[in-house]
């Protein structure tokens, strides 16, 4: 699938919206976080508004919705996590001043083919746990105890 690219200033100044699906197989750098085998598709939706001057600058409003499939790191089953994300971001050539160590704005450098997929998966990327669990107390898998012969007891023989 075409990623979408946009002049993120012009779609801001504008206030246009774009609500978009991606296929989750399409976010090749989240592969390797997500079980996606034989389940069904996993679609993560986004919209997307420009905004002219909502913190006296152009702005973008991202609004995530997605629901994707990973182990469990305690019992290695397939789980779902639910994402509902929103971002704000300035548009601007350089970070402004007003929004250092702002941690509800981001800063987004101007750009004529701002590809909005990427920005997405950045903010999924972001957001995932490192080690997600069941929110219940699943069972962790348990290591059998199997006797092994000692590789040395043959040589116990020798010894008398």
């Not at 750098?29 to 986004?46: A, E, F, N, T, W």
């Not at 305690?74 to 789980?79: D, V």
């Not at 601007?92 to 702002?102: C, I, N, V």
């Not at 080690?131 to 898998?141: D, I, N, Q, S, V």
Request: charged share 30%; hydrophobic share 40%; glycine share 2%.
């Amino acid at each position: 699938m075409k990623p979408l690219l946009i002049n993120n200033l012009d779609f801001a100044k504008n206030q246009d919206e774009i609500s978009q699906e991606i296929d989750v197989k399409n976010c090749e750098r989240m592969l390797d976080l997500l079980d996606v085998g034989q389940q069904s598709p996993k679609i993560i939706r986004y919209t997307l508004m420009g905004v002219a001057s909502q913190f006296h600058l152009p702005s973008l409003a991202l609004h995530v919705e997605a629901t994707l499939p990973v182990l469990c790191q305690r019992c290695l089953q397939t789980m779902e996590l639910d994402f509902s994300l929103d971002y704000a971001y300035v548009i601007a050539e350089t970070e402004p001043e007003s929004f250092e160590g702002d941690e509800e704005v981001d800063w987004l450098e101007m750009s004529r083919e701002m590809n909005v997929d990427e920005l997405v998966e950045d903010e999924l990327l972001i957001a995932m746990p490192l080690g997600p669990l069941h929110e219940h107390a699943c069972k962790p898998l348990v290591k059998e105890d199997v006797e092994k012969p000692n590789p040395f007891a043959v040589l116990r023989d020798f010894i008398k």
